[in-house]
């Protein structure tokens, strides 16, 4: 079902690859397990999501925190890049009728998004970064060490680039660059010029071979998966993860009413630096420095704090959902 004319546009022209293959799916199984939302409580006490509300919830994802956004009452936009999620998400929370619109985009665009929609502003917003469980578990994708797929790493099939692209061509100096940048991975120089020895041989196509290349040099003692942080790595640098929150928190900031919330949940240290800044920078109104001689009124003064320290998920979250053990929830109001 079209929700408006943008929704699952690119599902005509998408390349070859793990893509394609989604399209044999044609059934999305709602029984199957896709994604336990982070933070839930906590995200509901500061959105307050009710009737009369519209809320934007940037990452759809599998639709979890959409999903008690609707039953609170309020209208929901979902947004997602990943077709395979809005498909879910549609058929997951279509009950709810016109209070839900699930569009396919960037939210970086949110503002363009928004404006389609004929929206001018909106009353909270959520984004909850990186991927799915349901993407990270999924062989086709590629995200997934744990088993064999094609090195894609993309959310979305407009990605004019893969995770094949970048290893196969990327200089081993941007490579490591990468590694130590997205995935603060101390070995990034020796497994930059692992995977430069590798592709001379042949292209490293599958997550397994990515594996083999890098194998010798990774630390197989470690308690986390040694691959963690290279995977890591390459999916933030695939899918340009960190320009998209920045522009992404611009552009929702930019449509946010008076008293509106958004709600930043956040998993990797340089995504959370980004948000606390964001919000830090426009929480002031006063700003000073040692060459002025008297402090001077903060152009950017949007917004009041409402976390000082990041909101973190507790024990028993994290015992139910481990993957909310780096989750950083940081939140502030639109004056
Ligand atoms: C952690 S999941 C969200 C889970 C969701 N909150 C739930 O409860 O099911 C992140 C989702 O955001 C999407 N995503 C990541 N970056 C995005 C971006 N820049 N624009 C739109 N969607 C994005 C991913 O495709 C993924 O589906």
Redesign the pocket.
Known sequence: MLMNGLVFKNRENQKEGAFNAMEKDEELKMDTF??L?ILVRQVMDMLSPAPGKVIL??????????EQFLEAGARVIG????PE?LAYAEKRLGRFGSRFSAVE????DAARILDDLGIQKVDGA?L?????SH?LDDPRRGFSFRETGPLDMR?SAKGTCTAADLVNHASTQELAEIFLKYGEEPRASQIAHRIAEYRCKAPLKTTEDLLTAIGPVLPWHSVRHPATKVFMALRIAV?Q?LE?LSR?LESIASRLGTGAVFAVISFHSLEDRIVKNFFRDRSREWVDRPEWPAPRRNPEFSFRLLTTRPVEADEEEVNLNPRARSAKLRAAAHL
Request: net charge negative; aromatic share 6%; glycine share 24%.
């Open positions: 896709y994604h939302p919830d940037g990452t759809l994802g599998g639709g979890g925190h959409s947004l997602d890049r990943d999620a985009g960037n939210f970086a959520l909850d970064l990186g991927v799915s993407q959310m899918n993860e998209s992404g």
